[in-house]
């Protein structure tokens, strides 16, 4: 009895001492936390008037503003046009710049009139003063905000009123396949484009080279989207051309081909053992089966065996088909016989 007595009055400490410790807690971050609140007004209003000292001080700073060149006649065309963008960094208070920085979407590009510029040639480099583009900025900016400087520094484009050649399109590079793979052919659409440039420029132009390239272990036909490098005064129409690599795999073949003796005197021919010889090779499956026997020449002339030196005769290909690679012959030795014919038949065996 007085154990369960000692233990219930346990009990109810311990929950008296749990109760007053979360009350202590709650107090003190209610405490902490007025503070807290206090120190972030504080905080806030000096920030504010932080901001308002920095917008009345004057800055620098940079505005990208679309440039655009309008008024190009029709037939006119600008083979080297002015860059899209252009850097003005202006000087004025922090507000003022603000406002600008807010309303960034909402400036009007810069546009040059191509009649002011246009000396009536028939190809032309056209330089743009960097102060022609500052004032046509200035007036769609504050009278307070001063214009230091633009990038880039100085605008040129180029102009063309048809003075052009077409010429056709050349690969600029190396195409190559895998080792069981061979490229059949290259082809390119359009294979011819059209040039704008001056016409001393035009007189050294027989192609239209491609940007470099580097393609290897092509393993099927593939096609590429290839453009041009860019010249200065030089327009290429169009820009981009495709180029398709035209890829076949190889397959090993076998055949029989006969051996044949040329330039033999009359009433002399050649015999060999065996008459025909196996001849392995390696082609393109597409071609496979265009490859005949008699595509093949296995020929000894009289010549050859009256100045052969060993007793077998050796066998080379005198002709081989196009697209035909790797052939071997087995046997590529074989015995012989030069052969004359008539009543009284006499055999000359060089080598059995």
């Given at each position: 009895?007085?154990?369960?007595?000692?233990?219930?009055?346990?009990?109810?400490?311990?929950?008296?001492?749990?109760?007053?410790?979360?009350?202590?807690?709650?107090?003190?971050?209610?405490?902490?936390?007025?503070?807290?609140?206090?120190?972030?007004?504080?905080?806030?209003?000096?920030?504010?008037?932080?901001i308002l000292q920095k917008l009345d001080d004057t800055f620098e700073t940079d505005i990208v503003v679309p440039l655009e060149l309008v008024g190009?006649?029709?037939?006119?065309?600008?083979?080297?046009?002015?860059?899209?963008?252009?850097?003005?960094?202006?000087?004025?208070?922090?507000?003022?710049l603000f406002n600008y920085w807010r309303r960034n979407q909402e400036i009007e590009p810069i546009k040059l009139d191509f009649s002011v510029y246009d000396n009536g040639a028939a190809a032309s480099k056209i330089t743009i003063p960097p102060s022609d583009v500052q004032r046509i900025f200035q007036q769609q900016i504050l009278s307070s905000t001063q214009v230091m400087r633009t990038q880039p520094a100085a605008f040129e484009f180029h102009y063309n009123r048809g003075v052009s050649r077409r010429v056709p399109v050349r690969l600029n590079g190396r195409v190559s396949t895998r080792q069981q793979n061979y490229l059949q052919n290259l082809t390119f659409s359009p294979d011819s484009v059209t040039i704008y440039a001056p016409a001393t420029i035009l007189d050294t132009i027989r192609y239209a080279y491609t940007e470099p390239q580097e393609i290897a272990n092509l393993d099927r036909t593939t096609t590429f989207n290839l453009e041009f490098p860019k010249i200065s005064g030089v327009k290429i129409i169009p820009e981009q051309v495709k180029l398709t690599a035209y890829v076949d795999y190889y397959t090993?073949?076998?055949i029989k081909v006969p051996i044949v003796g040329l330039n033999f005197p009359a009433g002399?021919?050649?015999?060999?053992?065996?008459?025909?010889v196996t001849v392995k090779y390696r082609v393109g499956a597409a071609n496979a089966r265009n490859i005949k026997a008699s595509d093949f020449v296995l020929s000894a002339?009289?010549?050859?065996?009256?100045?052969?030196?060993?007793?077998?005769?050796?066998?080379?290909l005198k002709s081989t088909p196009v697209g035909v690679n790797h052939v071997r012959i087995s046997p590529n030795e074989v015995d012989y016989l030069l052969e004359q014919d008539g009543p009284s038949t006499t055999i000359e065996q060089n080598a059995r």
């Open positions: 009895m007085w154990t369960a007595i000692v233990s219930m009055q346990l009990r109810k400490q311990i929950k008296s001492s749990k109760k007053k410790a979360v009350d202590g807690l709650s107090s003190l971050f209610r405490y902490k936390g007025r503070d807290m609140l206090v120190f972030c007004f504080f905080l806030g209003i000096s920030f504010g008037f932080w190009v006649p029709k037939g006119t065309i600008i083979t080297s046009p002015l860059p899209s963008e252009v850097i003005v960094t202006v000087y004025d208070r922090g507000a003022n090993e073949q076998t002399i021919s050649l015999k060999t053992f065996p008459a025909t002339t009289y010549e050859e065996l009256l100045n052969n030196g060993h007793q077998k005769l050796r066998l080379k």
